[in-house]
């Protein structure tokens, strides 16, 4: 196999171009729902800085079509423990960024897991962030 570099939302790559039970190492590095935006900053060729830069991603989430449809593929999936979870966090605390945040990351989850061999390992950067105190 040849490898190669997508780019654009992995929700998309995965489910059109990774075939199942095909890959050896997943290394998932996610948004943390960190509410800020992200940015590409330009180089010139000689290194330095530009005044030129692009948004890469924006690490805010709202509820909306995007986390409905996700939800939405979680429930219309094989997976029932996944799905019983997913209502009950639904039911319990509504349609806001974090359930928006949740569905996003469980739906790309199922997809990961579908194309992980038998053989394979996942590994996963979380970041932990001190409470505020109340």
Do not use: C
């Amino acid at each position: 196999m040849t490898n190669r570099l997508y780019y654009g939302d992995n929700l998309e790559v995965l489910r059109e171009h990774i075939a199942d039970a095909s890959v050896d190492l997943i290394y998932l590095d996610p948004p943390f729902n960190s509410n800020a935006g992200y940015n590409v900053l330009f180089k010139s060729a000689s290194g330095a800085g530009a005044d030129a830069s692009i948004e890469a991603f924006d690490d805010t989430w709202t509820w909306g079509e995007s986390a409905q449809n996700a939800l939405m593929d979680i429930a219309k999936g094989t997976n029932r423990p996944l799905q019983v979870m997913m209502a009950a966090m639904h039911s319990a605390i509504g349609e806001n960024p974090l359930m928006a945040y949740l569905a996003m990351m469980a739906v790309r989850l199922v997809e990961l897991h579908r194309v992980l061999k038998d053989t394979g390992s996942l590994y996963l950067h979380t970041a932990i962030r001190p409470r505020a105190t109340i």
